[in-house]
């Protein structure tokens, strides 16, 4: 730290009776340098520690009590329109926040978790009847049980139930590519018509919505909202189909993001909550044009794969590193 001259000589004459000695003026001058110079050191060592990580922005955050209201009892309630409708911006969205409130009245508990398409019974989609349009969708379902793609696919559905009510004017060969089923009740495969390639891995939403039938958008991770719907990529290369509910900072979890879909750890149906650090990448589709469901070319072919998105607080930032200490 820097002395003023006039400050040391003062304390020094104050000190002691003695006389000061006859160099005390070149003693003093070399004092106030040292001093200078250890000033110059300790500036030196600031200037080169890294700088404190930045704050972890993030868009549309969700108040912690809407998070804590939504977990409560294991992630199975009915108001997710009333928690998370001021966080979505789209009319659209607001049918799919409502829509998931309607079929979780159908899985109070979360109605089950089973995968399994070569078990017997084999795995259903979706517990209980789903009709679009007074068309039943999976007459055949085997269990009472849900995964997460069916999860996923059943708020689409009753989303446009809730949008159009019984007024669906969608031919014969588009409705058949919409059943969760083979004719017969045998299973519908990866890939194949609408809800095949809804169900496939990976960019299942992206493949049906965006680009099968052209009733969706892709949004990127800064404009996703309550209500989009989201595939998740984990970093162990599975995925996850889910209705995005917001992005928030858990004070464990660090930043993370809350889903509703169908997992096992919700017991089938519920609201998840997801650290980022676990995720390799996300893919979000809006619905945006669901008129589309009436003029879409069933002969679609497949399209090409996307990448995953990321965002810029996807990661926890690592605190600053200690500088280390010169022996």
């Given at each position: 730290m820097k002395i003023g001259a006039a400050v040391l000589?003062?304390?020094?004459?104050?000190?002691?009776?003695?006389?000061?000695?006859?160099?005390?003026?070149?003693?003093?001058?070399?004092?106030?340098?040292?001093?200078?110079?250890?000033?110059?050191?300790?500036a030196v060592r600031q200037s080169r520690r890294p700088p404190a990580p930045a704050p972890v922005a993030f868009p549309w955050t969700l108040a912690a009590q809407d998070v804590q209201?939504?977990?409560h009892g294991g992630g199975h309630?009915?108001?997710?329109?009333?928690?998370?409708?001021?966080?979505?911006?789209?009319?659209?969205?607001?049918a799919v926040l409502m829509a998931i409130d309607r079929l979780q009245q159908e899985a109070p508990d979360g109605g089950g978790y089973f995968t399994g398409p070569r078990a017997k019974p084999a795995e259903s989609p979706v517990g209980f009847p789903l009709f679009l349009g007074g068309v039943h969708l999976n007459p055949s379902r085997k269990r009472?049980?849900?995964?997460?793609?069916?999860?996923?696919?059943?708020?689409?559905?009753m989303a446009l139930?809730?949008?159009?009510?019984?007024?669906?004017?969608?031919?014969?060969?588009?409705?058949?590519?919409?059943?969760?089923e083979e004719p017969g009740g045998g299973r519908r495969e990866d890939g194949v018509k609408f809800w095949g390639?809804?169900?496939?891995?990976?960019?299942?939403?992206?493949?049906?919505l965006a680009q099968y039938s052209g009733m969706g958008t892709p949004i990127p991770p800064e404009q996703a909202r309550a209500g989009d719907f989201m595939t998740i990529g984990w970093k162990d290369n599975k995925s996850h189909s889910a209705v995005f509910l917001?992005?928030?900072?858990?004070?464990?979890?660090?930043?993370?993001?809350?889903?509703?879909?169908?997992q096992e750890s919700t017991n089938g149906m519920g609201d998840y909550r997801v650290a980022l650090s676990r995720v390799k990448g996300v893919k979000f589709v809006r619905l945006t044009n669901p008129e589309a469901i009436a003029t879409f070319d069933p002969a679609t072919p497949a399209g090409?794969?996307?990448?995953?998105?990321?965002?810029?607080?996807?990661?926890?930032?690592?605190?600053?590193?200690?500088?280390?200490r010169r022996r």
């Open positions: 000589l003062a304390a020094l004459a104050a000190s002691s009776q003695a006389a000061l000695p006859e160099n005390w003026s070149a003693e003093l001058v070399l004092l106030s340098q040292r001093a200078q110079d250890a000033a110059a050191v300790v209201s939504a977990v309630h009915v108001l997710h329109f009333e928690l998370f409708n001021k966080y979505s911006a789209w009319p659209l969205n607001h009472t049980t849900s995964f997460c793609t069916g999860a996923s696919y059943a708020a689409f559905i139930n809730m949008r159009y009510g019984g007024g669906f004017h969608i031919s014969p060969e588009r409705m058949e590519t919409l059943m969760m390639r809804w169900n496939a891995d990976d960019f299942g939403v992206y493949y049906a917001g992005w928030y900072l858990d004070a464990k979890l660090g930043p993370s993001m809350l889903i509703w879909s169908s090409d794969k996307p990448a995953w998105d990321r965002g810029s607080w996807f990661e926890t930032p690592k605190p600053a590193r200690k500088p280390r």
